[in-house]
């Protein structure tokens, strides 16, 4: 008997994933038809290596990626332009905006505690901190307690 037998009888199981990932996960778990414990644990152990694999590979691309787009904004600052179409047609251009950073959080838990709307969260998103930095500053308003904005240029790959 594991440590949460008890407390986890009658308790419906987890559905919450959306309704498309769940019918891919049914349709790609009929193409493995019957499967024996030990079969299904090894299966599991080789598709969780190919992921980890992956994620390395996808850790060292962000890296390259962060790097090479960092190289792009010095050179499309120093040649004064602020997008370059490419042969493929594609386009890429770089624009600046505000980003919001958390600089004291008890400063800026107090300010959300007072706003009407966001008291009754458990959490606050960065990316509702940051709109709500950026709604503030387009009003005219200082950023909220605890919260500093800085520019962040950023890059737009059109297809």
């Known amino acids: 008997m594991g440590k949460y037998t008890q407390v986890l ?3 419906p199981a987890y559905q919450g994933e959306d309704a498309s990932f769940i019918e891919k996960v049914i349709a790609k778990r009929l193409t493995y038809g019957p499967l024996t414990a030990s079969l299904a644990a090894s299966k599991y152990a080789e ?3 190919k992921k980890d694999k ?3 590979e996808s850790s060292t691309l ?5 790097a090479i787009e960092a190289a792009m904004h010095e050179a499309f600052e ?4 602020t997008s370059v179409r490419l042969k493929s047609g594609e386009s890429i251009s770089t624009y ?3 980003y919001a950073q958390v600089a004291d959080p008890a400063a800026y838990r107090a300010w959300v505690m007072e706003q009407e709307g966001l008291s009754d969260r458990m959490t606050l998103a960065w990316a509702t901190t940051n709109s709500i930095a950026k709604e503030r500053l387009l009003s005219g308003e200082e950023p909220p307690p605890g919260v500093t904005i800085y520019v962040k ?3 737009r790959l059109a297809r």
Do not use: H, I, K, Q
């Open 96 to 98: 600046p905006e505000p």
């Open 47 to 49: 598709v969780r290596a």
């Open 78 to 81: 120093m040649e004064g332009v």
């Open 153 to 155: 240029t950023r890059s």
């Open 54 to 56: 992956l994620d390395e």
């Open 62 to 66: 962000n890296v390259e990626l962060a």
């Open 9 to 11: 009888r009658g308790l």
